[in-house]
């Protein structure tokens, strides 16, 4: 059974940056896709980024593209989602998932989430 275990939240000014790391442990997640989702009070779980096994592909959401950039290393089993330019609208909790299908709705796999809160 896989597991997926994010850090690097915190709290960061507006205009600031910020880096998340995932490590995955428990299995290779070979093949597998790897996805940034986010959840603000009150609101439901949103998009955030993604990227497929092999890193040649990636996709954003509109409110993050040109500010995120999602990587992954798959020699260490980890993905990250660098920050840049932060808003006070991008505070949430931060959820890193995989699946099999870089464009599915329905991620096989998700950690615990980290707080990431922008103060303005």
């Known amino acids: 059974q896989g597991q997926l275990v994010e850090s690097g939240g915190g709290l960061v000014q507006a205009g600031g940056s910020l880096r998340l790391s995932c490590a995955a442990s428990?299995?290779?997640?070979?093949?597998?896709?790897k996805g940034w989702f986010r959840q603000a009070p009150g609101k439901e779980r949103e998009f955030v980024a993604a990227?497929?096994?092999?890193?040649?592909?990636?996709y954003y959401a509109d409110s993050v593209k040109g500010r995120f950039t999602i990587s992954r290393d798959n020699a260490k089993n980890t993905v990250s989602l660098q920050m840049n330019r932060v808003k006070p609208e991008d505070t949430a909790v931060y959820y890193c998932?995989?699946?099999?299908?870089?464009?599915?709705?329905?991620?096989?796999?998700w950690g615990q989430g980290t707080q990431v809160t922008v103060s303005s």
């Open positions: 998932a995989a699946d099999l299908d870089m464009y599915g709705s329905s991620w096989d796999y």
């Open positions: 428990g299995r290779t997640f070979s093949g597998y896709a």
């Open positions: 990227i497929n096994w092999s890193g040649g592909s990636t």
